[in-house]
């Protein structure tokens, strides 16, 4: 266990910077566009351990949650997925902001369509946080369900 919760902090903030070069690799509408984005090369690097992120993730919670007694792990489950949905309707309000602040923009180019300012939109800081907080709710609904070891044991 020990082992598993080194290795998703590890993942995490290497996670956690991916997001974060998506914000910083993307050029803000209101500057002169350039050319090209370079932040896909950071994402095609990345995929990999934001998989692993989401694997680890939910795995550590499933392992932790299972020990909880049931009220615990229910409060547990309301409180991720009001989390996740408090994280939601943020990302959207910011989301729906950058975009009207992107077709507005002087950049009449880039006004309408997936750009290189778009990115920030869907890579940013809320959008790991809604992650994280999905990939918890999901271990957490998966430890309701009793596993073939637990199961045995309960017979």
């Given at each position: 266990m020990e082992k598993l919760i080194k290795a998703w902090?590890?993942?995490?903030?290497?996670?956690?910077?991916?997001?974060?070069?998506?914000?910083?690799?993307?050029?803000?509408?209101?500057?002169t566009p350039n050319?090209?984005?370079?932040?896909?090369?950071?994402?095609?690097?990345?995929?990999?351990?934001?998989?692993?992120?989401?694997?680890?993730?939910?795995?550590l919670t499933h392992r932790v949650v299972a020990s909880v007694r049931p009220f615990g792990k229910v409060s547990l489950a309301i409180?991720?997925?009001v989390m996740a949905g408090i994280a939601w309707m943020t990302n959207q309000s910011q989301a729906a902001s950058l975009r009207e602040g992107i077709r507005l923009s002087a950049n009449e180019s880039y006004a309408a369509g997936w750009n290189q300012f778009t990115n920030i939109i869907y890579m940013n800081q809320l959008t790991f946080?809604?992650?994280?907080?999905?990939?918890m709710g999901v271990g957490i609904l998966l430890s309701f369900f009793?596993?073939?070891k637990q199961r045995d044991e309960a017979v």
């Open positions: 902090f590890i993942v995490t903030l290497i996670t956690f910077g991916i997001f974060k070069l998506g914000e910083v690799m993307t050029t803000p509408y209101s500057e050319e090209g984005n370079l932040y896909w090369i950071v994402l095609l690097i990345g995929w990999p351990f934001l998989l692993l992120f989401i694997w680890i993730t939910v795995r409180g991720s997925f946080f809604l992650l994280t907080v999905s990939c009793l596993n073939k």
